[in-house]
């Protein structure tokens, strides 16, 4: 079955820098999540969107940004990177935003800002 | 503030034996609960959910435990295999329809 694909899988990127995470959702979801998990920690809701429109906000900095598109993938825009963004990025998926859907996440992208 | 606990940051369990991993939650008005299984380099994988108007849910080697008067949910693995260790995480919906994650319980499944 497909499962949620992330691009890219590793990124590096200097302080100051702008960096774009795409997620592509299992066919059919129509809801994308944003999460961010630094080392030794758990994943941490950043945003959400369905059907094209952001449906949550959670611990997203202003520098960060995001949208889902007409084919329902979606990007995160991170602009002025600094040290502490260096962390995991997930992506899930889901269908429906009923507050018992299960979520299916991609492998994530691992981000290093140096 | 940590809504969703779990309280042990590892575990190691023999193979073949019954793997107990603990989450405590801190809002009676959570109503679904997940638990997911990670690897090093790989996103969570959702292993089993139940809602709060079960007391239990089944499947296969996987059983959750919830006891909403304690807050208390737990996954039973029986029997462990080595391929069962990983981190493990305990998730709930919030009544806003976040995503609340624990900490993490690594288990070690010794062959």
């Known amino acids: 079955a497909a499962g949620v694909i992330q691009s890219p899988r590793h990124l590096i990127k200097e302080k100051r820098e702008t960096a774009t995470l795409k997620c592509y959702p299992i066919?059919?979801?129509?809801?994308v999540y944003w999460y961010q998990q630094g080392p030794g920690q758990d994943p941490q809701f950043l945003i959400s969107?369905?059907?094209?429109?952001?449906?949550d906000k959670g611990s997203i900095p202003d520098r960060f940004s995001a949208q889902q598109f007409s084919d329902y993938h979606s990007e995160l825009n991170m602009s002025s990177l600094e040290l502490g963004d260096s962390a995991l990025y997930f992506c899930?998926?889901?269908?429906?935003?009923?507050?018992?859907?299960?979520?299916?996440f991609g492998p994530g992208t691992r981000l290093l800002v140096l | 503030d940590q809504q969703v606990k779990q309280n042990s940051p590892s575990l190691s369990v023999q193979e073949g034996r019954i793997s107990i991993l603990n989450c405590d939650y801190t809002?009676?008005?959570?109503?679904?609960f997940l638990w997911y299984k990670k690897y090093p380099a790989e996103g969570p994988t959702f292993l089993i959910s139940?809602?709060?108007?079960?007391d239990k849910n089944e499947d296969g080697r996987f059983t959750v435990f919830l006891n909403k008067s304690a807050k208390h949910l737990s996954l039973h693995i029986v029997p462990s295999q080595p391929g069962d260790s990983a981190v493990y995480f305990c998730?709930?919906?919030?009544?806003?329809?976040?995503?609340?994650f624990g900490q993490g319980t690594e288990l070690s499944v010794k062959p």
């Open positions: 998730a709930a919906y919030n009544q806003g329809g976040k995503l609340i």
């Open positions: 899930a998926s889901s269908l429906g935003t009923s507050g018992q859907e299960t979520q299916y």
């Open positions: 066919p059919r979801h129509d809801t």
């Open positions: 969107f369905y059907e094209k429109m952001q449906s």
């Open positions: 809002n009676s008005m959570f109503d679904y």
């Open positions: 139940i809602s709060s108007i079960k």
